[in-house]
C-alpha cells in the first residue's frame, strides 16, 4: 500500500468571506504567528484558522480513512487468495 496516495491538501477558507488566501506573518522560529485574510483582512492565529475549519479537516480525514479501510480489504482478499490458490478444500469469494 502506498501512503502517498492518501495525502492531501486541505485549503482554510476564512471564517468570515470563505477566501482561501492568505498573508502569513512568521515567528522566531518560521512558524506561522498569524494569517491575514487576502480578501477581508481578518486576522488569525494558526490555531484559530484550524479551528474555524475543523468540519472540513474532519471531512477530509474521514474519506481518506474509508478509502485506507477499502484498500485494506482489497489487498487483504487479494494475498488470501493468491495463498490458497492452489488448495482445493479453501475458496475465497
Known amino acids: 500500500m502506498k501512503g502517498d496516495k492518501y495525502q492531501r491538501s486541505v485549503g482554510l477558507q476564512c471564517p468570515t ?3 482561501t488566501d492568505y498573508e502569513y506573518e512568521q515567528g522566531v522560529d518560521e512558524t506561522i ?3 491575514k485574510c ?3 483582512g481578518r486576522e488569525l ?3 484559530e484558522l484550524i479551528h474555524e475549519n475543523s468540519e472540513n479537516i474532519e471531512e477530509h480525514v474521514s474519506e481518506i ?3 485506507v479501510t477499502e484498500d485494506l480489504a482489497k ?3 487479494a494475498s488470501l487468495k493468491k495463498a490458497f490458490r492452489g488448495s482445493k478444500n479453501i475458496r475465497i469469494k
Do not use: I, N, R
Open 17 to 19: 468571506c470563505g477566501c
Open 33 to 35: 504567528e498569524l494569517a
Open 38 to 40: 487576502a480578501s477581508c
Open 45 to 47: 492565529t494558526k490555531d
Open 65 to 67: 480513512g474509508k478509502q
Open 75 to 77: 489487498e487483504l482478499k
